[in-house]
């Protein structure tokens, strides 16, 4: 009996139903003969899953509403492939208000309407029999309210304002990004509107706008739809992930993932025009939640370590990842959820998917030229270093060359300018080669060792270009860091010592004191870059020994070792061991100059080691106190 709008739930109390196997039973036996054989459901719905049978559903519908005579059967599905409503009346009278097959148009339908509308007409105190027949290939799920003619104009109106709002939300933003990607021409706009794209036409089959309004007059097309639309969301889906998340280099496992669903899914929309498209339409569900799960976590890995890079992805794929969950529950597991319920919260899901992607690529956009600005702006400032550097370079070579000029005047005095910054130079070149080929700028801490580097040359060149050295130019008061100029002839030289294939290690000292610290870096240049020519594979080792009320300098090294009477005669001016003449070219002016600087400040200069392997040389300087820095 009703006397007004009846909800779905309600109206499943009610309904009997009949499978019919070999789809063989006509009206004439369900209402007659076969009418014992009709049972009440067992679902709150209509629900008999994915059936092959013919389905038979029986109501019985009474009017006690003495205002109400225009009724509406409201079936909430868009489409069935076979799909018949009898209504017989108490006289036993048959009408087929509804006779849709296969080859149905939508305008065979007696209301338009995107879902299947009966019109009933049942005056107070009148009953009648609907008897609904219908086969599908999809789900059986077939939820059937009864309304007036005015609840139904308004839950069409509610439906038909829902329905504008999303499709309105969906076409903006397909515009918005088919715009930008007219101006932009990146290829994440075409793969992002035609994700939308299916997304919208996806939605709109299954409120059945699109048979409505799109293809009409292909209902054979139209119980295909969902496979070809569900499965180009997959597709399109996985093809925005490839590019907005760049797996092919950040993931490569995932990116493979990725491409396994768009043939996997490819594949079955094809094979379902051959095969059974119940089961192709079942499981394409369990490849679209495994689709939109890979997105999750392919997004999920990419913020782990790039998440403000894809934030808004990963919130879209949450919110897609739920909707999808619950599609699966319904269909797979019989999870007993409204139609209703479960389609708004795929429209609102997807609205918020389609924003948030949106967003996404708006949110990319903005660090990429913040990214590129920042890029910009380092590109200049190494522009600028490698201008100084090579201006700075170009100088000192020049002076060098000033230098050999002079040579005829102060010979002996130039030559030790020459053998003090000629290895010196070489191994800052190197240097300065690397970091200006470098399309990256280096570590702040490189460009502070060139330039101590340069200071330490130009201050060099500037005191041997005044004369010869009757005095100490260099002395001073002031207490020095000895780490900090012994780790400047470190850097100076590991360029070159690398090139040689040398590993040069430099043990860190915290001393200071009063010395004389160009004096020092001339004798430790000099013997790490005898070192370095005399070593033919190894290593070397620089470092501070602290003694009792001074400290050694020491180095280290694996190359020919050198007896007490060698090391005298090495140490002689223009003096060089025959051993010397197959490994290197220098001029013997090395060790030479190391004693002259050695007497001239004070210092004590000493073969550490004799023997036939690897050399040990000290240099040792008295200071009047040291102090731990």
């Not at 499943?12 to 009440?40: C, M, Q």
């Not at 993932?257 to 569900?285: D, H, N, Q, S």
């Not at 130079?425 to 080669?433: F, G």
């Not at 010592?497 to 004096?519: D, M, N, Y």
Request: with cysteine; glycine share 6%; proline share 4%.
């Amino acid at each position: 009996m009703v006397d007004g709008p009846v909800a779905p739930d309600t109206v499943g109390n009610y309904i009997d139903l009949l499978l019919d196997a070999d789809h063989s039973l006509t009206i004439a036996e369900v209402k007659g003969e076969k009418r014992d054989l009709f049972s009440p459901i067992t679902t709150r719905v209509p629900d008999m899953g994915y059936s092959d049978a013919m389905i038979w559903l029986r109501l019985r519908v009474e009017n006690v509403d003495a205002g109400n005579a225009d009724w509406r059967l409201h079936f909430k599905e868009n489409f069935k492939q076979i799909f018949h409503v009898y209504i017989v009346d108490d006289s036993g009278r048959t009408t087929h208000p509804l006779a849709q097959d296969r080859d149905s148009a939508f305008s065979t339908r007696p209301v338009a309407h995107p879902e299947v509308v009966i019109p009933l007409s049942l005056k107070q105190g009148e009953a009648a029999t609907v008897y609904v027949r219908f086969w599908t290939e999809g789900a059986t799920y077939l939820p059937l309210a009864i309304e007036t003619a005015e609840s139904f104009t308004e839950v069409s109106t509610r439906q038909t304002a829902k329905q504008f709002i999303y499709y309105g939300m969906m076409v903006i933003l397909i515009v918005a990004a088919l715009l930008a990607g007219i101006v932009l021409r990146h290829p994440i706009f075409p793969a992002y509107i035609a994700y939308s794209t299916a997304t919208l036409v996806y939605i709109m089959h299954v409120d059945g706008v699109a048979f409505q309004y799109l293809w009409p007059s292909l209902p054979a097309f139209n119980s295909y739809a969902s496979v070809v639309a569900g499965g180009s969301y997959a597709i399109f889906g996985a093809i925005y992930a490839r590019i907005f998340l760049n797996t092919a280099k950040y993931h490569r496992v995932v990116d493979k993932a990725l491409l396994a669903v768009i043939i996997v899914t490819a594949t079955m929309i094809v094979a379902g025009l051959f095969a059974e498209p119940r089961l192709i339409k079942k499981y394409m569900i369990l490849v679209v939640l495994f689709a939109v799960t890979l997105f999750t976590v392919a997004a999920l890995l990419a913020a782990r370590k790039r998440f403000k890079q894809v934030r808004f992805y990963v919130f879209a794929w949450l919110g897609a990842t739920a909707s999808a969950t619950l599609m699966m529950t319904r269909h797979w597991f019989g999870i007993d959820i409204s139609q209703e319920f479960q389609h708004d919260s795929m429209r609102m899901v997807m609205i918020f998917d389609a924003v948030m992607m949106g967003l996404a690529i708006v949110d990319r956009y903005h660090q990429l030229r913040e990214e590129r600005q920042k890029a910009l702006r380092a590109s200049l400032e190494q522009a600028r270093r490698n201008l100084d550097m090579n201006t700075r370079l170009r100088n000192l070579e020049a002076r060098y060359e000033l230098a050999l000029e002079t040579t005829a005047r102060h010979k002996e005095h130039i030559e030790n300018t020459v053998h003090d910054i000629r290895q010196p130079l070489h191994a800052l070149r190197l240097a300065v080669q690397g970091v200006m080929s470098d399309d990256q700028a280096g570590p702040r801490r490189n460009y502070a060792d060139i330039y101590d580097s340069f200071d330490y040359l130009e201050a060099l060149v500037a005191n041997h270009l005044k004369g010869p050295a009757g005095r100490r130019p260099d002395e001073t008061g002031d207490e020095i860091d000895l780490g900090e100029i012994l780790r400047s002839v470190h850097e100076m030289f590991v360029p070159d010592a690398e090139t040689k294939g040398l590993r040069f290690r430099f043990v860190e000292t915290s001393l200071v004191s009063p010395i004389a610290p160009l004096a020092v870096m001339r004798i430790v240049s000099n013997l790490v870059s005898n070192a370095i020519k005399y070593t033919p594979s190894g290593k070397l080792l620089l470092g501070v020994r602290r003694l009792q009320n001074a400290c050694r300098i020491e180095l280290h090294d694996t190359g020919p070792g050198l007896t007490a009477e060698r090391f005298q005669k090495a140490c002689q001016r223009g003096t060089r061991l025959d051993s010397a003449f197959a490994v290197s070219d220098g001029k013997g002016h090395g060790l030479a100059i190391v004693v002259e600087l050695a007497e001239r400040y004070g210092y004590k200069f000493e073969l550490l080691s004799t023997g036939a392997s690897g050399t040990a040389l000290g240099v040792t300087i008295p200071f009047p106190h040291i102090q731990a820095g």
